[in-house]
């Protein structure tokens, strides 16, 4: 490793480099966190201490040098971190393969920063780290495509209460299941609804809430987010 540079954000550049991440795009799939986050890091626009652990794994470097500038091993080669990081088919691997957690964007869906019309549009919350032994269990997606939201008012009372934590599989976007949860945008206002599809290109929006009232809108005006995974909530 050549000299150590004075910023975490560019020893995180650095190493990312060195390990053969030519593209930080490249290496935010490789973790699993969406790009634009990612460069937020690199760029030292947020600090990213929950995750140098993971990220200096991933690079080959320790934590401490990823941090602090302390002493750091040299980076293995590029081919050795595809072969053994990210493999040809992207289906997670297990936590006992000695793979670590994994960090998925938590995002807010009750706020769009655009039109609403995409998972972009929602802003970032934080990461999340899971264990890659559970993701699997839930979705066969890549890390990338799940993200994770907190339930927003009593509209899917009971089946979801207020905070409950839901994780969104975006790689699912078709209606071809009815009444699943799924997440989704109407007229740029987030959701997490049941859908169904009712013909004639329409679409009913509907809550498990009884006192809240069903709404039928067309299929064109709908942008579906991803379905809903999993619901988690604390006891």
């Given at each position: 490793?050549?000299?150590?540079?004075?910023?975490?954000?560019?020893?995180?550049?650095?190493?990312?480099?060195?390990?053969?991440?030519?593209?930080?795009?490249?290496?935010?799939?490789?973790?699993?966190?969406?790009?634009?986050?990612?460069?937020?890091?690199?760029?030292?626009?947020?600090?990213f201490?929950?995750?140098?652990?993971?990220?200096?794994?991933?690079?080959?470097?320790?934590?401490?040098?990823?941090?602090?500038?302390?002493?750091?091993?040299?980076?293995?080669?590029?081919?050795?971190?595809?072969?053994?990081?990210?493999?040809?088919?992207?289906?997670?691997?297990?936590?006992?393969?000695?793979?670590?957690?994994?960090?998925i964007?938590?995002?807010?869906?009750?706020?769009?920063?655009?039109?609403?019309?995409?998972?972009?549009?929602?802003?970032?919350?934080?990461?999340?780290?899971?264990?890659?032994?559970?993701l699997?269990?839930?979705s066969r997606?890549?890390?990338?495509?799940?993200?994770?939201?907190?339930?927003?008012?009593?509209?899917?009372?009971?089946?979801?209460?207020?905070?409950?934590?839901?994780?969104?599989d975006?790689?699912q976007?078709v209606?071809n299941?009815?009444?699943?949860?799924?997440?989704?945008?109407?007229?740029?206002?987030?959701?997490?609804?049941?859908?169904?599809?009712?013909?004639?290109?329409?679409?009913?929006?509907?809550?498990?809430?009884?006192?809240?009232?069903?709404?039928?809108?067309?299929?064109?005006d709908?942008?579906?987010?991803?379905?809903?995974v999993?619901?988690?909530r604390?006891?």
């Open positions: 490793m050549e000299e150590s540079p004075d910023t975490p954000h560019e020893r995180l550049a650095q190493a990312r480099q060195q390990a053969g991440f030519a593209d930080k795009a490249d290496f935010a799939r490789a973790v699993g966190i969406h790009a634009t986050t990612y460069r937020a890091y690199e760029n030292g626009q947020n600090g201490a929950k995750l140098a652990s993971l990220f200096a794994s991933k690079l080959g470097v320790s934590t401490d040098w990823l941090l602090h500038g302390d002493s750091a091993p040299k980076s293995p080669p590029r081919k050795q971190i595809v072969a053994a990081e990210v493999p040809d088919q992207p289906a997670l691997t297990g936590a006992s393969d000695g793979d670590g957690a994994i960090a964007r938590r995002v807010d869906l009750s706020y769009a920063m655009g039109a609403g019309t995409s998972i972009d549009d929602y802003p970032d919350v934080e990461l999340v780290l899971y264990d890659p032994d559970f699997r269990r839930i997606a890549e890390p990338a495509c799940l993200f994770v939201a907190s339930g927003d008012g009593d509209s899917m009372f009971p089946t979801l209460i207020n905070d409950d934590e839901v994780v969104i975006t790689s976007r209606l299941m009815q009444d699943r949860i799924w997440a989704c945008s109407y007229q740029g206002a987030g959701m997490i609804k049941r859908l169904r599809a009712v013909g004639n290109g329409m679409v009913e929006i509907r809550s498990d809430n009884k006192t809240v009232g069903d709404q039928v809108v067309p299929a064109d709908l942008f579906i987010v991803g379905r809903v999993y619901v988690g604390r006891v």
